[in-house]
């Protein structure tokens, strides 16, 4: 299938459990979604690197998946951007739980949503996500790895710093270079 | 039109979820007032999702499989009601009363009030700050990151002039005395990793009770 065969057929298949709460097509959505989850739940070193606790992230993604079809919204924002938005907010929570923190407030009280998002032509979605895939390969080995630092395993900058024992300016400028690469540059074309 | 934004890098973080809860409050905050930086974070996010989708999938188990639809099996709703968008509502409003002059304030005399949010942050101050118009805050410098979103009003100092939106990150080799617009009080979010250090030759003697 093409990319854009694939994406008509995860639409499909959120838009059943929306309308339908139908378990099939949610069955379908877990066996692409999860291991993609879990990995990236295990990514994170410490805590959540444990099985366990990476199973904890798989399973209440994929219920806020279930529970959140409605407001998914294919004009907003693709949906493994959405689920990875939820992923995302949903290992902070579940980290922070185990750390014990004192505290109801949650990421989704202070996060912007993916279901806040400002509608964005579907086309310049698609555009921007083919911008991302075609440049990843364009991006230095270094620069990726800062880049799967901090999306993957969670860490600030200045942790990655210390980890890599380069100095913090070194992984800001990486990072700025992947950005860069990858077209992530709007606001400079704007200015 | 917003002037000033997140650094892009802050902004990735954000996007990455590698941020406390504290500053992360002041980005959403600027996010709701900016489409340009709101984009960004668009791409940004679908960066994330790109990376999380090349990374060799791991096993997941039959049972965690069995379990999720067992969970989804016991919902007696239909999806649709379960969970409500947060729709015109701001992240804001979680933290804060819609109608900023029935907030209860302390501290500081008339010209600088303050109102401590618990946003569940224990790294981070953050507060509400009510500037009397026209009014200056005493001269100070930071000794970590202050983030300072403007929300009603606007104020300037010896840098620049700061409106609706703007978003200010301030560190410790920055000293300045925002000065608040004569028409309105200027009603700010701030986040702070630790205390501002007052530098003006009466407020040095404040800094001890100063937190904020």
Redesign the interface.
């Known amino acids: 299938m093409s990319d854009s065969a694939v994406d008509t057929r995860w639409n499909e298949l959120i838009t059943a459990v929306a309308d339908r709460a139908d378990k099939k097509a949610f069955a379908e959505l877990f066996r692409h979604f999860a291991p993609q989850l879990k990995a990236y739940a295990l990514s994170k070193s410490g805590v959540a690197g444990s099985g366990e606790i990476a199973d904890e992230v798989v399973q209440e993604t994929m219920i806020k998946v279930w529970r959140r079809a409605s407001l998914y919204n294919a004009s907003k924002a693709n949906l493994s951007a959405w689920i990875f938005s939820i992923a995302r907010n949903t290992r902070i929570d579940i980290l922070r739980r185990h750390a014990k923190h004192q505290s109801n407030v949650s990421t989704d009280d202070l996060w912007l949503t993916a279901e806040d998002t400002e509608p964005f032509a579907a086309l310049q979605q698609k555009r921007i996500e083919e911008t991302i895939r075609g440049s990843l390969g364009s991006v230095s080995s270094e620069q990726s790895l800062m880049l799967q630092k901090m999306y993957m395993e969670g860490k600030s900058q200045s942790e990655i710093a210390a980890e890599c024992d380069i100095p913090l300016g070194t992984v800001k400028s990486r990072v700025r270079l992947a950005m860069a690469r990858l077209k992530l540059v709007l606001k400079e074309q704007h200015q | 039109m917003i002037a000033y ?1 997140p650094d ?2 802050l902004l ?8 406390s ?1 504290g500053p ?2 002041c980005v ?1 905050a600027h ?2 007032h900016c ?27 039959p049972e ?2 069995e ?3 067992q ?3 016991k ?1 007696d709703v ?3 009601q ?2 409500v ?2 729709g015109k509502r701001t ?1 804001l409003d ?2 804060v009363p819609k109608d900023l002059q029935s907030i209860s304030w302390s501290g500081f005399g008339e010209t600088l009030k303050s109102h401590e949010l ?3 942050d ?1 790294e981070h101050l953050v507060s509400l700050i009510r500037m009397r118009r026209g009014g200056a805050v005493p001269k100070h410098t930071h000794r970590g990151q202050e983030i300072t979103l403007v929300l009603q009003g606007g104020f300037s100092d010896a840098s620049g002039s700061y409106r609706v939106g703007d978003f200010i990150e301030c560190n410790r080799e920055i000293d300045h005395q925002p000065v608040a617009n004569q028409n309105e009080d200027c009603f700010c979010l701030t986040s702070r990793s630790a205390p501002v250090k007052f530098t003006g030759p009466f407020m040095r003697a404040l800094n001890p009770f100063q937190r904020g």
């Open positions: 934004h892009k890098l990735a973080d954000y996007s990455a979820g590698n941020m809860f992360a409050l959403t996010l709701e489409q340009l930086c709101h984009r960004e974070l668009q791409e940004m996010t679908t960066l994330g999702a790109v990376l999380m989708e090349q990374q060799r999938a791991a096993d997941v188990s965690l499989f379990r999720v639809m969970c989804i099996a919902e239909t999806a649709s379960h969970y968008a947060r992240a979680n933290f618990d946003v569940g224990s």
